[in-house]
């Protein structure tokens, strides 16, 4: 198993509320994603990230921000969570383009 | 944006049965990978395989790239099979990123 650990795992917080989610990889992988699972959409790709300070836009990023200060952590934030924003947060690394894609084990988000 | 449309939707096996799972795609990808996502959640990946055909025990995959679709292979199903399966895509826009597209998936369900 790939050395990657999401935290928290499950997490209740209110609407308004900042939320910060880390991936820590043991791996020393290259590249980083955030994903998050909902019903009848699947996994959709929030932001990655292709080395430390390097960063890109997924395509739901809007209110999400993300850091990489070092290799093996990866942060997502809400800055203000919404009802709208409660999902399964997947964070994922590779080593490489054109590679195997290793998922954590997800982060459960509930706002109220 | 690109399609990735999975088939079927749903399935349920006796365990032993064999079974083939689709994936089409609607552009030209250079890279395509499948996951099963276990009842607890878990993504796994079980190919990295974006043209020829590979096999890992009682799975295989094959990638026909030119007429843009993908078959995953479950032969003497388990009970341990049950999940989701995920196919996933990265578009060839001339320059690699690793950003995949998911399927919806295709819900398996395999009954002792």
């Known amino acids: 198993d790939a050395g990657i650990t999401q935290s928290p795992r499950h997490k209740v917080t209110e609407t308004g509320t900042p939320v910060t989610l880390r991936c820590h990889q043991t791996e020393n992988h290259r590249y980083m994603y955030w994903y998050r699972q909902d019903p009848g959409h699947g996994l959709r790709l929030i932001h990655y990230?292709?080395?430390?300070?390097?960063?890109d836009k997924g395509e739901v990023s809007d209110g999400y921000s993300v850091s990489r200060s070092k290799t093996e952590d990866f942060l997502l934030t809400l800055e203000s969570a919404t009802s709208s924003q409660t999902s399964v947060y997947f964070c994922a690394i590779s080593r490489t383009v054109g590679n195997t894609i290793y998922f954590g084990e997800g982060s459960w988000l509930t706002v109220v | 944006g690109i399609q990735v449309e999975q088939s079927p939707p749903d399935l349920i096996l006796q365990e032993g049965a064999n079974s083939t799972l689709r994936c089409n795609f609607s552009d030209s990808v250079n890279n395509l990978q499948w996951f099963h996502q276990n009842p607890w959640g878990q993504l796994i990946n079980l190919f990295y395989?974006?043209?020829g055909t590979k096999q890992n025990g009682r799975l295989s995959a094959t990638t026909v790239a030119t007429e843009r679709y993908s078959l995953l292979y479950i032969s003497s199903s388990q009970t341990t099979d049950s999940g989701v399966y995920f196919c996933?895509?990265?578009?060839?826009?001339?320059?690699?990123?690793?950003?995949?597209?998911f399927g919806t998936g295709t819900l398996l369900a395999v009954q002792p």
């Open positions: 996933a895509v990265e578009l060839n826009y001339g320059g690699a990123t690793n950003k995949l597209i």
């Open positions: 990230s292709y080395g430390v300070k390097d960063t």
């Open positions: 395989i974006p043209s």
